[in-house]
């Protein structure tokens, strides 16, 4: 018996809520419009009364309740795909705006670098003659230079005999100078210019050529002159070290100005161009900027990390704070001139699509398909779709769109409190 009470009461139960649900959505009009002409009792809120009436089937009574009682409201024509939005419920869901403008942008390209040697401010110090190290003159790694101070002296007995040569071609000449033969005058003329070259070959300066002429001695040892002003960064020099010609003996550095390598990606690689300014900053020295320029781009992808190369060329300072094997942190800012732009987060990115909300006034808000072009420091450029001086949705939008979606999904029936959406045609 009680099985049977059961059973009843469960289908009775289902009975109602078929009828409510049929109630709701077909003949929901008639009703909604008998409680639409009770007036509220002073209990109930004004704002449950608005909530319960039917956005879809009631229209022109909600847009009402939805635009805070707006003369003239309910009249609006609203574009497909708009949605209506009380004052009330912007406050409540946060909704912002942007506007729509013309900027200044640029973009900004950071990346990290180490310091490097200018390979073009490189010497090696080597000798053309065999010989043996007779003196250091510069003894240590670090040491600072400058072009043609001497670096070391070298005895080379090839040397001495060259000289030796040179002399008696003098000797020669002057004794031949009256003969009246003139192959002779020419041959001895011949040989002093051959041991002339001969010792310039060996890197004989003409001062030190002009003093053997002057003083018909021959010099036991050369002596070695820096190349170029700089630091010692390599010595292989040894006093009493036996050296072979082409043997290199130091390398110099110019570190009056330095390389700095850094590494962009593939995407970035279009942006960079020659000569192009770059800010450098040093943990060593917190604060201080240094200013250098793209002198290069390599020409090869680096496959694993998928980044370009690109050297920045920098001055140093007088005390050389910019030293090889410092890492560095570089910013390239790249100047795109007066765009149209939106707040990046006024855009709704589907992948295949991108659309902003339009602020169109009196709580109504209008979505609108745009073309975008570069994003840069919170900004993305706008190509076609958007005029300045409009505004658009930045704060709540995704909101916005999923009422957007969900009112085309289910026909316009079901949105939320204190919005309403004219159908997508």
Known sequence: ???????????????????????????????QERLSDRPPSPREPIAQAVGKEDHAGHEAASTSAVQGGQPGASEMKMAPGAVMVSSERQQLIGLKTGLVEYRSIERTIRTVGVVEFDERRLADVNIKIEGWIDSLLVNFTGERVKKGQPLLTIYSPDLVSTQEEYLQ????????????????????????????????????????????????????????????????????????????????????????????????????VPLVKLGQAANVTLASYPGEVFHGKVSYIYPVLTEKTRTVKVRFELPNTKDWKLKPQMYANIELKIPFGKRLVVPDEAILDSGTQQLVFIDKGQGTFEPRDVKVGARVEGYVEILSGLSAGER???????????????????????????MEMAPKK
């Open 1 to 31: 018996m009680q099985r049977t009470r059961w059973i009843i009461a469960w289908s009775v139960m289902i009975v109602a809520v078929g009828a409510i649900f049929i109630v709701w959505y077909g003949g929901g009009t008639r009703l």
């Open 169 to 268: 071609a003098l000797r020669a000449r002057q004794t031949l100078s009256n003969s009246r033969f003139a192959d002779i005058v020419s041959g001895a003329e011949t040989l002093v210019h051959a041991s002339k070259r001969r010792l310039q070959y060996w890197d004989i300066s003409d001062e030190e050529i002009a003093d053997l002429e002057r003083t018909g001695t021959p010099r036991k040892s050369v002596t070695i002159d820096s190349p170029i002003t700089g630091v010692v960064i390599e010595k292989m020099a040894v006093r009493g070290k036996k050296v072979m010609p082409g043997e290199s003996l130091y390398k110099v550095a110019d570190l009056s100005t330095v390389w700095v390598q850094g590494e962009i990606y593939e995407y970035e």
């Open 392 to 418: 658009v949705v930045t704060s709540a939008n995704f909101l916005i769109d999923s009422e957007s979606q969900l009112k085309t999904a289910v026909g316009g029936k079901g949105s939320m409190p204190g």
